[in-house]
């Protein structure tokens, strides 16, 4: 069973499974050219369902493409992802990127990781540090958080204030969009 749920990005739903898709990692996909041979991604860019799959632990975040509606599409979707994830799915391993050596890079990947992740993922996204220097921490913002209209607030009023909180050699923190 596929449990669908609403992210507060409008554009994207969170696709919920009772198994997990990905032993380690994550992985967002922005196009057919990304899909690396994970045939329901395949199957969902050629059919012009979706512009970015995020897939994360136990859920899939699709953000629709524009001239969609959810209405219109979910059931689709739905068919492709049970077409493709059964019950002997054999779990993604993606490859995890984050190693820094600096204490302070380390610090905020533990603030990330304990206090900021879980509650970004009940909402279908990710948050990576991409890098810090001179008290500034770069993020990118994935999933359901790339490109939703609350991910600005959410960034300076949660985001930021956490780990200056927890980092105080942190004065910033903005998002970057890299990949």
Known sequence: MINVTDTPNPESKKFVFEFDLASS???????????SGIKFAEKL??????ELIYIDTNF?????????????????????LGEEIGTNFKPFSFEKTTNFKDDISRKIEEVLNEKIRPAV???GGDIQLK????????????????GCPSSVVTLKQGVERMIKHYVPEVHSVTAVNLE
């Open 45 to 50: 860019f050629s059919a012009n369902l979706s």
């Open 121 to 123: 993922a009940r909402d």
């Open 131 to 146: 890098s810090y220097k001179n008290g500034v921490a770069e993020v990118m913002l994935k999933g359901s958080c790339a």
């Open 25 to 35: 990692g994550s992985k967002e996909i922005k196009s057919l050219d990304e899909c």
């Open 60 to 80: 899939i975040t699709i953000k629709k493409s524009q001239n969609k509606n959810w209405n219109e599409i979910k059931e689709d979707i739905l068919s492709i």
